[in-house]
């Protein structure tokens, strides 16, 4: 066990080496966005490249998750930089996860009266995946205010980095409206919503105390490798500060304490991915 929570030892500026190639993708889409944004003016083509950069910057929203759990880079301002990017991305801001799932659903998940990312109406009856989708994509912002009351610190850069972010998306939708509108305003929302609505199938109808018992497993290799491991939800939850590289080992030393019924596969596994 102590192999898998232990970090490499490097003077990289990268905590763990396995964030290099992720990190350069994500900064790349990020550089297309603006050298778009600069020079397409096009309604069908914006429309044409937001369509089929849902999914991409949906994936990039698990990336934003792990980064959030583990930071990725040893200096603070370089990760300012990059969660500046991820926002752009995925519409979720400098240490929002951090307040509302790392300090917030991670504590909670087992409580539904008060995971900030409950499946559970207050009378008790599960959502359906719409409503659970609005619920915690309109609730994100304010659950990780509340949160944040907890932790000033935590809650300081969350307000001030929301205040930069949105300000300067709302600069880029005035500068250029209709590329600021496709590249990014709409992009932001669209991912929030859908991680809301992916997050749907990762404890929804499992009503336990057992953390165990409590998380869908997907062990697609495809739906892995895009996600950076996010199908060991069980691991991520036993041990949330493990970097996203090393959940395969932590599942296999806690598969025997998982019941068959929590394995299967998403629904992006097998419409999208194909396995």
Excluded at 47 to 75: D, E, G
Excluded at 169 to 186: K, Q, T
Excluded at 262 to 273: A, E, F, G, N, P
């Amino acid at each position: 066990m102590s192999k898998v929570l232990s970090a490499p030892k490097s003077a990289s500026l990268f905590r763990h080496k396995e964030d290099r190639w992720p990190v350069f993708i994500i900064l790349m889409l990020t550089l297309l966005d603006f050298v778009l944004y600069f020079t397409v003016d096009s309604p069908l083509f914006l429309s044409v490249f937001y369509l089929l950069m849902i999914l991409p910057k949906a994936s990039i929203c698990a990336w934003n998750h792990h980064h959030q759990h583990v930071f990725t880079f040893r200096n603070n301002v370089l990760n300012r930089i990059l969660e500046f990017a991820y926002a752009l991305h995925t519409g979720v801001t400098t240490h929002l996860w951090r307040l509302h799932h790392v300090l917030g659903h991670h504590l909670n998940f087992l409580d539904q009266q008060k995971d900030e990312s409950r499946w559970k109406r207050k009378s008790g009856q599960q959502m359906g995946p719409l409503e659970y989708t609005l619920n915690v994509a309109l609730t994100a912002y304010p659950r990780g205010y509340v949160v944040g009351k907890r932790f000033p610190r935590q809650l300081k850069t969350f307000l001030l980095y929301a205040a930069i972010t949105f300000a300067f998306v709302a600069l880029l939708v005035w500068y250029r409206p209709l590329p600021g509108l496709m590249l990014f305003a709409l992009p932001m929302v669209t991912s929030l919503l859908l991680t809301a609505f992916v997050t749907y199938g990762h404890h929804a109808g499992l009503d336990s105390e057992n953390e165990f018992k409590a998380s869908y497993n997907n062990l697609s290799p495809a739906f892995n490798r895009f996600t950076g491991n996010l199908g060991y939800h069980t691991a991520h939850h036993h041990k949330q500060g493990v970097h996203w590289s090393r959940l395969p080992e932590l599942h296999d030393s806690i598969a025997d304490k998982i019941p068959d019924n929590l394995y299967r596969k998403s629904w992006v596994t097998r419409v999208i991915l194909g396995g």
